[in-house]
């Protein structure tokens, strides 16, 4: 097996051992990137000459004994997180040539674990999407198919563990852009709780509802990823100074007398039986596992993508507000006047699916219907917690698909937004009440595409939904495919 | 037709807190351009505003100076606006849920009658960068400092229950004077770290109705502000008079021309609960500590100066009317100095030499120690009131004590009778006709001699003495 095969916990057994160093694994992991990243595009920026460097100082201090999980193991990083010195685009024309003087917190704290950055991931433009088709810096393809999209907003993070150009990554999720392009790329994806990760540097779209987290080739790396960026961190009000255990001790705890809950709204007409079946079989293993599972109702999920296509966009309107010509990059020419330059520059810098989300939020907080609609949508978010806590009194975590469907084919959605918000059906309410959420894979449809199951925990519970994730991975005992891709 | 004018202010206080209001950066707008500038105050994306513990405490005692209720909720919310001066796109302040509300503060109107100025609410918000505008030399460009980027206000805004330009000056006044007292803020209109923005409409007297109002901006003195609503008034009745409709807009005071000039209106977006900021919940217990913290405001203390110190009406609201001239009242009377006469040495002889010297209370070379000394000498009839000035006057520009000017220019007065009585003698004999004048009884010639007697002893008798001299002569 080639280094950029293997798994985070795999490839550090190696390097610990010696048999790998880190400059073998980033160079591996390169020579992957150069062979197949043409046909998938999972990168909008490479930092090759960068990841070398800092593989050959990791292989220095391997040697003398410090070495974390992560040290020397090659990480790509969505392109919405800020990187001191190093462009971050967020996808977007108007953020072309922004180049930050800062490093967001997961990334500081990912530099000081002795990790390596293989590049900035492709996304949806400002992570307003779900096939990271927004984009303006192309669109990237699903490795299991490279005529069909790999999900998004983070589909460039998906993708680029998928196709092996990275050994984990870290996405970005707002109403399910880890979890949905992990089921539809077939890796694991965790959004943790609101709070519990850093927003520190992730330019915001939803500030509400955002939050980073791991991207991986299993389970395992996915809780040694969340030891490393999990915590308070001061700088961020909506952080949360709670304990972060020791994830990967969960792993093996096994989840025998747990309840695992069902949620019927969760099981709709409509959804694609491939998926329904591949998912009825793991609600068939809980048994095996020593659990039970419990029929349960999360009532107000029907309201979910209403309140979140008014909640989003109208934190985006604001949020967006500060790309205005003047910095960053991209300015229109021939404009007359300020105003006519902030209009041309918006017009021209945001592409269709940023302006359609910043008009409706827009229109959403304009005076008069601020009540009808943000209040109202507020409202429904407390519903939907209420929702979750109720749910969580009767049962450790809550089983779901992650998405109604595989991978749809590029182009099929982009011309109906709805259809393509509703890809999103099954991952937005955790974002709605801030739970935690994980995606892990759990079967193949008849054509070769993954197929994700989604774990719901309470609040600060990542560990209970590592701990099912991990329980549930090994009993699935999925085959282990990779896509074909024509590279090497 | 006469109107009455109702006039509501909107009043932006800049907070003096060390930091900014989101961020570390230093609070001081002054410094070299964008010295004073971060990832979260330069607005940059994916920067989180963290909201300063210790702007909190500036503003809340801000608020309890103007007797407001502190709500038990208060949140930031996103105000969209489109400006060079604001990069972000949105300004954080406070919409839905005010820092305070229900406040007041107490004038005096053109009558001299108390009347309470009512304030509707008072909120943070950050403050926005500053635009330089180069127009000369060569292409024109406009610069932005982000150095006052983020850095604390408090907006006051006031019920509309002010009538007059008077009662908007003095409202000014007496807020000015609260917010000092309290200690949170400058408020200088001049620099910039008070500015006032004017409501005004007008309606026939006697009515009760509110109508359209117009919005004044640009005064940068109180005075400016009396004016340009007086302009206003009478622009507005005008209107009226030839049946033109008012129009809600907002207008410009131009200082030289003295008029108000229409504005063209800005554009102005949604307005959105800050996710990154969460609500902040004030306790019972937090806020008693802050109400300890506030001092004796002016009210009180004018009161207590009249009980303690046996000072009238006018005299107590003088001395009570800053905070570091009550203090420093205080700290003189505490020296065993008559409290009436140190309003007296305070208010006639020392603020005018303040005034000449350039001086404020805070950086005044004359302690009250020193000044205190000088009076004791005065009261102790060692010099007299003459010299005492004359001795102040020296004060100002040495760092000698006064006991020390007063040897060192001969003031000490002649107090010894004997060599009194030999220098009356003297002026006696110089001046028959005033002698014979006084045996007759003519009391002017008195005075003439008293007047010969410490010419002649350079200013340094005690005319007191001399008095009882003379008439111990002359009995």
Redesign the interface.
């Known amino acids: 097996m080639e280094p950029y095969e293997l798994t985070i916990h795999e490839l550090h057994e190696k390097l610990r051992s010696g048999e790998l160093t880190s400059l073998d694994i980033t160079a591996s992991v390169f020579e992957r990137i150069e062979a197949v990243e043409e046909e998938v595009h999972s990168y909008i920026t490479l930092l090759k000459e960068d990841a070398l460097e800092s593989a050959r100082k990791s292989d220095i201090e391997i040697r003398r004994g410090n070495m974390s999980q992560l040290t020397g193991i090659p990480i790509a990083v969505k392109d919405l997180l800020c990187t001191r010195g190093i462009k971050t685009t967020c996808g977007s024309h108007i953020l072309e040539d922004f180049i930050p003087p800062y490093d967001a917190t997961v990334i500081k704290k990912l530099k000081n674990a002795g990790a390596i950055f293989t590049g900035k991931t492709n996304m949806d433009e400002f992570a307003m999407g779900s096939s990271t088709e927004t984009s303006y810096f192309g669109i990237t393809k699903n490795p299991w198919d490279p005529e069909r999209i790999p999900g998004g907003s983070s589909g460039g993070s998906a993708a680029a563990v998928a196709a092996d150009e990275c050994i984990a990554s870290l996405g970005t999720d707002t109403g399910g852009s880890i979890r949905q392009p992990a089921a539809l790329c077939g890796v694991v994806g965790l959004k943790p709780t609101y709070g519990r990760v850093s927003r520190f540097g992730l330019v915001a779209f939803a500030s509400s509802l955002d939050q980073i987290g791991p991207m991986t080739k299993d389970v395992q790396d996915c809780a040694i990823m969340m030891n490393v960026i999990a915590g308070y961190d001061s700088n961020e009000s909506t952080s949360v100074p709670a304990e972060v255990p020791d994830y990967e001790s969960f792993l093996k705890r096994g989840i025998e007398g747990w309840t695992v809950g069902i949620p019927k709204e969760y099981f709709i007409e409509g959804m694609d039986p491939e998926v329904s079946s591949a998912v009825e079989k793991v609600i068939a293993f809980i048994e095996a596992l020593g659990a039970k599972s419990c029929h349960i109702s999360l009532p107000h999920t029907r309201y979910g993508v209403a309140a979140y296509y008014i909640v989003a966009p109208a934190e985006a309107s604001s949020n967006l507000a500060r790309y205005d010509g003047v910095k960053y990059g991209f300015r229109a020419a021939g404009s007359s006047n300020l105003m006519d330059m902030y209009k041309k520059s918006r017009s021209q810098g945001f592409g269709a699916e940023v302006k359609r989300r910043i008009m409706i939020g827009t229109y959403a907080l304009s005076s008069g219907y601020y009540d009808a609609y943000y209040k109202k949508a507020s409202q429904i978010r407390s519903l939907m917690k209420k929702d979750f806590d109720d749910a969580f009194k009767v049962c450790d975590v809550i089983l779901t698909p992650t998405t109604p469907t595989p991978a749809f084919k590029i182009g099929e959605k982009t011309d109906d937004p709805l259809q393509m918000y509703l890809s999103d059906v099954f991952t937005l309410p955790a974002n709605l009440a801030g739970i935690p959420g994980i995606s892990i894979p759990c079967g193949y449809s008849e054509g070769g595409l993954p197929i994700g199951l989604q774990l719901l925990a309470g609040y600060f519970k990542e560990e209970k939904l590592l701990q099912a994730a991990s329980a549930f991975e090994k009993q699935i005992n999925l085959e282990k495919r990779r896509p074909l891709l024509h590279g090497i | 037709m006469k109107y009455e004018a109702v006039i509501g202010l909107e009043i932006h206080v800049q907070l003096n807190s060390k930091t900014k209001m989101f961020c570390d950066c230093p609070n001081c707008p002054g410094d070299d351009p964008n010295k004073n500038t971060c990832?979260i105050c330069l607005?940059?994306?994916?920067?989180?505003?963290?909201?300063s513990e210790e702007v909190l405490e500036k503003a809340t005692i801000t608020a309890l100076a103007l007797n407001c209720e502190i709500q038990p909720v208060n949140a930031f919310d996103?105000k969209?606006y489109?400006y060079?001066d604001l990069?972000?796109?949105?300004q954080l302040s406070q919409f839905h849920k005010p820092l305070a509300k229900n406040g007041w503060v107490e004038i005096f109107d053109e009558e001299g009658c108390p009347k309470k100025i009512g304030i509707h609410q008072v909120h943070m918000e950050e403050d926005v960068a500053k635009l330089m505008h180069e127009t000369e030399g060569r292409t024109p460009i406009s610069l932005v400092d982000f150095n006052r980027a983020g850095t604390p206000l408090t907006e006051i805004v006031s019920k509309p229950d002010i009538r007059t330009p008077f009662e908007a000056m003095e409202y000014i006044k007496a807020l000015r004077a609260q917010i000092r007292y309290a200690g949170s803020a400058e408020c200088s209109m001049e620099q910039g770290t008070m500015r006032v923005d004017a409501n005004v409409s007008i309606r026939p007297e006697g009515s009760e109705e509110l109508n359209t109002k117009v919005e004044i901006k640009n005064m940068n003195s109180i005075h400016n502000v009396g004016d340009a609503i007086a302009y206003e008034i009478e622009r507005q009745a005008k209107c009226l008079d030839t049946g033109e409709p008012i129009i809600l807009h907002t207008r410009l005071w131009d200082p030289e021309k003295k008029v108000t000039l229409p504005m063209r209106g800005k554009?102005e977006?949604?307005?959105?609960p800050?996710?990154?900021?969460?609500p902040i919940t004030i306790s019972e217990e937090w806020l008693n500590k802050m109400r300890t913290r506030l001092p004796e405001m002016p009210v009180r203390k004018a009161a207590r100066f009249t009980d303690q110190y046996g000072l009238n009406h006018d005299e107590a609201s003088l001395m009570s009317s800053e905070r570091e001239l009550s203090e420093y009242f205080e700290t003189v009377t505490k020296l065993a100095i008559p409290p009436r006469t140190a309003v007296h040495w305070i208010s006639t002889q020392l603020m005018p030499l303040m005034k000449d010297n350039n001086q404020t209370f805070p950086n005044l070379t004359i302690t009250p120690e020193r000044l205190a000394s000088l009076i004791g000498m005065l009261e102790r009839d060692e010099i007299n009131a003459k010299s005492a000035r004359e001795v102040l006057t020296k004060l100002f520009s040495t760092d000698s004590t006064p006991e020390a000017i007063v040897n060192e220019f001969g003031f000490r007065q002649v107090s010894d009778t004997d060599a009194l009585v030999s220098l009356i003698d003297s002026v006696l004999a110089k001046n028959p006709q005033a002698v014979s004048d006084l045996k007759a009884g003519t009391q002017k010639a008195m005075g003439f001699l008293i007047g010969q007697a410490m010419q002649a002893s350079k200013g340094k008798a005690n005319p007191k003495l001399i008095r009882e001299i003379l008439l111990k002569k002359f009995e």
């Open positions: 990832p607005w940059l994306p994916g920067a989180i505003p963290r909201f996103q969209v489109y060079p990069p972000k796109g949105f554009f977006g949604p307005c959105i800050d996710p990154s900021v969460p």
